[in-house]
């Protein structure tokens, strides 16, 4: 069954004209990134607080992460 379906999808796939083809590759390319970032919301919330405090405050240490852009980044 999983072959079969693999299989209709690869035939439609391949038939795609080039728009086509470009918007399915994006749309599955933002289901890789969700999948990726798995952060329950508690956690992102009390990140987002940490974050906005130290820039209020930027004589503190964030020292629950070491690279405040790329937290930022998975938390946008």
Sequence with gaps: ???T???ILKN???NFNPAMLEAFVKMMES???KSEVEIPQFH???ILY???FHHENPATKLDFYENISELRKYCA
Excluded: G, L, P, V
Aim: net charge negative; no cysteine; hydrophobic share 40%.
């Design 31 to 33: 289901f890789e990134i």
């Design 44 to 46: 992102r919330d009390e």
């Design 12 to 14: 439609k796939i391949e």
């Design 5 to 7: 379906t693999a299989e």
């Design 1 to 3: 069954m999983m072959n």
């Design 50 to 52: 940490r974050i906005r």
